[in-house]
């Protein structure tokens, strides 16, 4: 006999426990990790917007912490010299702001989706270190200036160190060298002392990279330059990187002198592509297959092994809970992921904590468990 509900607030209840919580376990994310560290998500234009309803529901359910996928960026902010585009970002900062999130800023210097005007003058060469310095200067404490004291934290300089340890060869690094990255945190600094600052780069496993990144904190350490977190961008796969090695890395930063912050976490469950290959899936119809196994759903026993390693990420996290401020979901749910399609047309995956229909994987109930049974 189906047994209706007759008081609305046993019947809350019982939604929320349907995960199989006690009645003294908390039943969200955020509030299972409360004390432990933010768990964050990015947010496009249709969430912050409140177009995507569904994923607004996870959203202010789940998390207590957002990023801007693309809104900060400075393409989308400043597409020309002085015209500054602010609509968006200050409803993704209202939308923060009205429902109690730690707001973060992603990212204010990038050598991607950036104008070209920003490096060039009227005849397209390079702009001296001079005119380079001031457009930055601009840019940054006019971004960081409007939203003092409501956006938390910065990516100050985000993918500037590659993984051998050598700096990337932007536009930045060919007029400024290295300089770029210390003048970037010291304008953001004198924009809103209060913000906490980031270096965001990813694959921040590699030996080279750590070794780079940590004299970078010492530098900006030793002139007196603020530096709050290195942001670990964590879109993993399921061969790599090794729980060891992500470990080394969260050691070795929290050993210079900085906070850790896993800032665009995700895991594919789809094989990667071999080195070589086209953009073109159809061209091998054979290829296409074994590169998107899954476009009707994931089989079982290969999903508990994506639950597994996410997992087992998240054993890591809680356990350097000392060391880790944050954990940002690099999107919502699998269908609205940027990992579909990517890194070759046509792919279907499964990287995130809810499902296409905007439902909890087994994983979030893994996750409130361990959070549940931790110190």
């Known amino acids: 006999m189906k047994i209706k509900c007759l008081v609305s607030s046993f019947c809350i209840a019982v939604a929320i426990c349907a995960w199989g919580c006690s009645s003294n376990e908390p039943a969200t994310l955020k509030d299972a990790l409360k004390g432990k560290f933010y768990i964050g998500a990015a947010l ?6 409140g177009k995507d309803t569904a994923d607004v529901a996870i959203i202010k359910r789940h998390f207590n912490s957002i990023v801007a996928e693309n809104v900060l960026k400075p393409q ?11 609509t968006d970002a200050d409803k993704y900062v209202e939308f923060g702001e009205e429902n109690g999130m730690w707001i973060v800023g992603h990212c204010l210097m990038w050598h991607s989706q950036i104008g070209r005007w920003f490096f060039v003058d009227e005849n397209g060469e390079n702009v001296t270190p001079e005119v380079l310095k001031e457009r930055m200067k601009t840019h940054i404490q006019t971004l960081v200036g409007r939203y003092k004291g409501r956006i938390n934290g910065w990516d100050v300089v985000n993918e500037a160190i590659l993984e051998d340890g050598s700096y990337r060869k932007s536009r930045f690094y060919e007029i400024l060298g290295e300089e770029f990255i210390p003048l970037a945190f010291q304008y953001a600094q004198e924009a809103d002392p209060n913000a906490e600052l980031y270096y ?3 694959n921040e496993w590699y030996p080279g990279r750590i070794e780079t990144v940590v004299r970078l904190i010492n530098t900006l350490k030793e002139r007196g330059i603020k530096i709050s977190a290195i942001g670990m961008q964590g879109h993993v796969g399921m061969d790599g990187p090794t729980i060891d090695e992500y470990e080394a890395a969260i050691l070795a930063y929290s050993k210079a002198g900085v906070k850790v912050m896993v800032t665009e976490f995700d895991m594919s469950i789809l094989p990667p592509p071999r080195r070589g290959i086209g953009a073109d899936l ?6 296409r297959q074994q590169l998107n196994p899954y476009t009707e759903g994931v089989p079982d026993e290969a999903m508990q092994e994506w639950t597994n390693r996410m997992l087992d990420f998240f054993k890591l996290f809680v356990k350097h809970q000392d060391k880790i401020t944050r954990v940002t979901m690099w999107g919502v749910s699998d269908g609205g992921s940027w990992k579909n399609n990517f890194p070759v047309r046509g792919r279907t995956d499964y990287p995130l904590l809810f499902d296409r229909n905007h439902q909890a994987k087994p994983i979030v109930e893994e996750i409130i468990k361990l959070a549940n049974q931790a110190k």
């Open 76 to 86: 989308p902010i400043q597409p020309r010299e002085g015209e500054f585009n602010f």
């Open 282 to 287: 159809a061209a091998n119809e054979e290829y």
């Open 44 to 49: 496009n234009a249709q969430q912050f917007w």
């Open 200 to 202: 965001n780069d990813y």
